[in-house]
């Protein structure tokens, strides 16, 4: 019998600069919700339509409790989005796919910090750009809390990966 585990990991690089300095730089690994991994197999092995388009959306400390496997963009218990910026979510435009990894490196997801600042936990990726209505694909967060001040921008990198094991 040949087996082979496929491993998906998603990594996300915040950068946080204040008045054009780098404060501070953290690294977090996603969780990739039930929701995310069915949507994966619809799409590449049942030719359900594509979704081209996808967000990077911001976690809120403020009622943060735990991420889960069974949590969807519409019902996330254990967690708020983090609005206080500029615009919607933020698209995630990802390079070419090379050796099993794709980042959006060369066009990060930029936030610019709104009045009144606030306590982000972590990170998440959507097909919708706003509102509750996409599917989450997976979600991350900081081992400790990250406080952003109004003005403050906000740089995420996301590299998705796979590979056997």
Do not use: P, Q
Not at 38 to 53: H, N, S, W
Not at 67 to 92: D, I, P, Q, V
């Amino acid at each position: 019998m040949l087996k082979e585990n496929l491993i998906l990991e998603n990594y996300y690089h915040f950068e946080c600069y204040r008045n054009g300095k780098l404060l501070w730089t953290d690294n977090i690994k996603n969780i990739i919700v039930t929701v995310g991994l069915t949507d994966i197999l619809d799409k590449y092995f049942k030719g359900v339509a594509y979704t081209a388009a996808w967000y990077v959306g911001l976690v809120d400390n403020a009622a943060w409790t735990a991420f889960a496997a069974a949590n969807t963009l519409a019902s996330h218990a254990g967690w708020t989005e983090f609005t206080t910026y500029t615009g919607n979510r933020k698209a995630l435009v990802l390079g070419s796919v090379v050796a099993g990894s794709v980042s959006n490196s060369a066009s990060k997801a930029s936030y610019t910090i709104g009045v009144g600042g606030g306590v982000i936990k972590g990170a998440f990726i959507t097909t919708a750009e706003s509102g509750t209505s996409g599917i989450l694909y997976g979600e991350g967060a900081f081992t400790a809390n990250r406080t952003v001040l109004e003005a403050d921008v906000l740089n995420v990198t996301i590299t998705l990966t796979s590979a056997t094991a």
